[in-house]
């Protein structure tokens, strides 16, 4: 009913079976939340680039911690939990607690880490440019959440959600009220929360808001970015850009057809080639094991272009679930070489396994986020 990636559909697409295989008694049962994209670690997850020349994993890990703790709007200590910092030093990956926390560091994109260094790296008429901050290719924008408008009530918590708006660059001496004033200019707010220090009440330039008419988000978008308030000039943007994800888990037979129909040449290539169903735990522990793995993998895709890179995640630490166990990561050297490796190999067999292929992000890749 779904091929393999790359691997040619056997028979047309019977929406009948797929009907009676979504009816079946006991279907349905796993836990929906842990199914939700908004549970899933890329919604976890930014990249930051333009990093100073003394950018470490761990600075960058503790300026985003000083920068989000005590805040009004984060709801534990230390949120950022991880960063790392790719070979090329192009790029860092940060990983937070949760996507709400994602979301508010992300309203952090310009800031700079050190004004001195930061003024010699990129930057113009002697201005520091400061740190890019952006989502994952694949990040996937959270459905509507289940907050209803209630007139004349303006809740102070915004969800993530495709119509929550980020206002940064506000001047901080600006109260609250100004700045829900003119947002409300644009239409009725449901939700409204400007950022401040949890201790010292101070704004820190940033707030969050959605409107009750959804109609309204882009007008706002448009009608407000780059509008100078005090001495700035506002940044306003969705807060959640990137994949628009199907409405809800309950998909009808119509929409599941659909994606059934989908191929990898709708998948976004790169020059990573994903192997999954090919190697277990146990195997990867033995070290001559892995030895021949390594060797007869790099083999077998040398066919198809020059491998750059290999990469066998193994268990660590006595644990067999550790991340990227069991998946194989090959690097060619070209897009092509790595569509013509993913199309011959989808649906090999390996030591009794069929062989599942799939593209995967070159970013992630660098940084081992698996």
């Known amino acids: 009913m779904f091929p393999l990636p790359g691997a040619p559909r056997q028979q047309p697409m019977d929406p009948s079976r797929l009907q009676a295989f979504m009816n ?13 994209p908004s549970n899933s670690r890329q919604a976890k997850r930014l990249f930051v680039s333009n990093l100073p020349e003394s950018a470490t994993g761990e600075n960058l890990l503790s300026f985003f911690n000083l920068q989000l703790n005590g805040l009004n709007v984060i709801h534990s200590v230390d949120p950022c939990i991880s960063a790392q910092v790719s070979d090329d030093r192009s790029f860092a990956l940060l990983e937070f607690k949760s996507p709400n926390d994602a979301t508010v560091a992300l309203a952090f994109d310009g800031i700079t880490m050190d004004e001195n ?21 694949d990040y996937i924008v959270p459905s509507g959440n289940e907050q209803e408008y209630q007139e004349g009530v303006l809740l102070n918590d915004v969800p993530d959600s495709p119509n929550k708006i980020c206002v ?15 947002l409300k200019s644009f239409g009725e707010l449901k939700s409204f929360v400007l950022v401040k220090d949890g201790s010292t009440e ?4 940033i707030a969050f808001c959605e409107y009750a008419d959804p109609n309204a988000t882009s007008i706002a978008v448009e009608g407000l970015n780059g509008m100078e308030l005090g001495d700035r000039h506002l940044k306003v943007v969705r807060a959640s850009i990137g994949i628009t ?10 929409a599941m057809s659909m994606f059934a129909k989908t191929t990898s040449q709708d998948l976004e290539t790169s020059c990573v080639l994903q192997l999954l169903n090919m190697v277990t735990p146990e195997e990867l522990m033995d070290s001559d094991d892995y030895e021949e793995i390594c060797d007869d993998v790099r083999e077998e895709c040398a066919k198809y272009g020059q491998v750059v890179e290999l990469k066998i995640p193994r268990p660590s630490g006595g644990s067999r679930q550790s ?4 998946k194989i990561f090959v690097k060619f050297d070209s897009v092509e070489s790595t569509t013509n490796a993913l199309k011959a190999l989808a649906g ?3 030591s009794d396994r069929t062989v599942v292929t799939t593209y995967f992000s070159e970013e992630n890749f660098d940084v081992n986020a698996w």
């Open 323 to 326: 991340p990227g166990v069991g």
């Open 168 to 182: 940064s660059n506000i001047p901080h001496y600006i109260p609250e009220e100004p700045v829900t004033m003119l």
């Open 348 to 350: 090999r067999k390996f």
């Open 24 to 36: 079946q008694p006991g279907a349905g049962t796993a836990e929906s939340a842990s199914l939700k």
């Open 245 to 254: 994800q199907a409405a809800g888990l309950d998909m009808g037979v119509n």
């Open 117 to 137: 260094e930061a003024a010699g790296n990129g930057a113009t008429n002697g201005a520091p440019q400061g740190l890019e901050v952006r989502r994952p290719k």
């Open 202 to 205: 101070e704004s820190r330039g």
